[in-house]
């Protein structure tokens, strides 16, 4: 008997497959022009494993060999294309895009106008938002309120922990880091830290407005207390 492959009102499956980790993705066509991107019926689109990973509403796409699987979510008017990986438990929503060679996973959130591109990876319950921009070689992790989130891939190591960033061997609390001029980030380490900070000053405020840093003193978050 032929497998029975799905279809909505926005996309359907079509008999072309890829395994992936022992699951079977699917690549998709559009069933019904999608006005805003362009997209006319019968276009092919990326690749999901069923149809918990792209929603039926909104502007949402997979492109290219993208793909989305597990139990991901793409929705909205987000965007995930070329060799974009989003899996796991992972969001993507918004306007938000995640393309190149990206990879989302685990709880990780990518919503609003957020980009995700190059091979930067965003993983564990991290939250990129707002207008924040995360690319190249980056690795975006953590846990909003329980762990430090970790950027890693770039000139310098940051760790954003409750109310304070480290940034290489430099550590300030976060409130302190907005308001350095570019003076004292140039003190630091000369020319190249001034650069690095005007590069991603606003994705490291977008990520610490996204997940309430700094806590205050009275938000920060406890242990568990046994009984």
């Known amino acids: ?4 492959l799905f279809k909505n009102s926005k996309y359907e499956a079509t008999g072309e497959t890829k395994e992936c980790l022992g699951r079977t993705l699917y690549r998709i066509r559009a069933v019904a022009d999608i006005a805003a991107l362009c997209i006319t019926a019968g276009q092919l689109g990326g690749w999901v494993e069923g149809e918990q990973n792209l ?41 938000a895009r995640v393309s190149g060679n990206a990879q989302v996973y685990g709880n990780a959130r990518v919503s609003d106008n957020a980009q995700v591109s190059g091979n930067a990876q ?68 000369g020319r190249s830290a001034l650069k690095f900070w005007r590069d991603h000053k606003a994705t490291l405020q977008a990520i610490c407005a996204a997940t309430g840093r700094p806590f205050a003193a009275a938000e920060t978050p406890a242990e568990p207390v046994e009984a």
């Open 1 to 4: 008997m032929a497998e029975t």
């Open 55 to 95: 929603s039926v509403y909104g502007d949402a796409w997979v492109y290219d060999d993208a793909w989305v699987y597990d139990d991901a979510w793409v929705s909205g008017n987000a965007q995930v294309s070329g060799n974009a990986q989003v899996s796991g438990n992972a969001q993507v929503s918004g306007n």
């Open 122 to 189: 965003v993983s564990g319950n991290a939250q990129v938002s707002g207008n924040a921009q995360v690319s190249g070689n980056a690795q975006v992790s953590g846990n909003a309120s329980k762990s430090p989130i970790t950027i890693g891939g770039l000139t310098w190591h940051v760790t954003i922990a409750d109310r304070q960033m480290i940034i290489g061997c430099q550590a300030h609390d976060i409130s302190a880091w907005w308001n350095f001029d570019d003076r004292t980030i140039a003190n630091m380490d």
